[in-house]
């Protein structure tokens, strides 16, 4: 499992680095292997690297979120997110906001679910990090900015 969570570290650094480096990412799977990692992993620090990773994908190219969309990441995300950790909920929903900043159209089966998620958040705020919130904003704006 070290072994597992110190890859997973390697490469979302990696994603967080120059669009060169996270096109041979991409290009090597690394999205699927995130997906798979999130889906398949019992362990809570490799699950978290994993949205961590995909978060930073997302962030670099309109065409790696469509990828990541198509995967199903987003609807295993949003309806596993209050089952995870403090810590996990605020790199999720910052991911979230990743997936939504690019102004295109966005399909409601994207959407529907996750403003639900993003509501809670918000009408719950005492009970989240201020970072949750602000994430949950910018997330908000992206998807009506669509």
Not at 66 to 88: A, C, H, K, P
Not at 104 to 130: A, C, G, M, W
């Amino acid at each position: 499992l070290k072994l597992q969570f110190e890859s997973a570290w390697v490469l979302t650094n990696i994603g967080a680095s120059t669009t060169e480096l996270v096109t041979l990412l991409v290009k090597n799977n690394a999205i699927e292997a995130f997906v798979h990692l999130f889906r398949t992993t019992n362990d809570p620090s490799i699950a978290d690297q994993a949205i961590w990773g995909i978060g930073n994908i997302a962030g670099d190219q309109k065409r790696f979120k469509d990828r990541i969309l198509r995967t199903g990441f987003l609807n295993d995300v949003v309806s596993n997110i209050f089952d995870l950790s403090e810590e996990m909920q605020k790199n999720t929903v910052w991911t979230l906001s990743n997936l939504f900043r690019y102004k295109d159209p966005l399909q409601i089966s994207d959407i529907h679910e996750t403003v639900k998620v993003l509501n809670r958040f918000l009408r719950e705020h005492n009970n989240y990090h201020d970072d949750v919130i602000v994430d949950c904003i910018w997330a908000i704006y992206y998807i009506s900015n669509n």
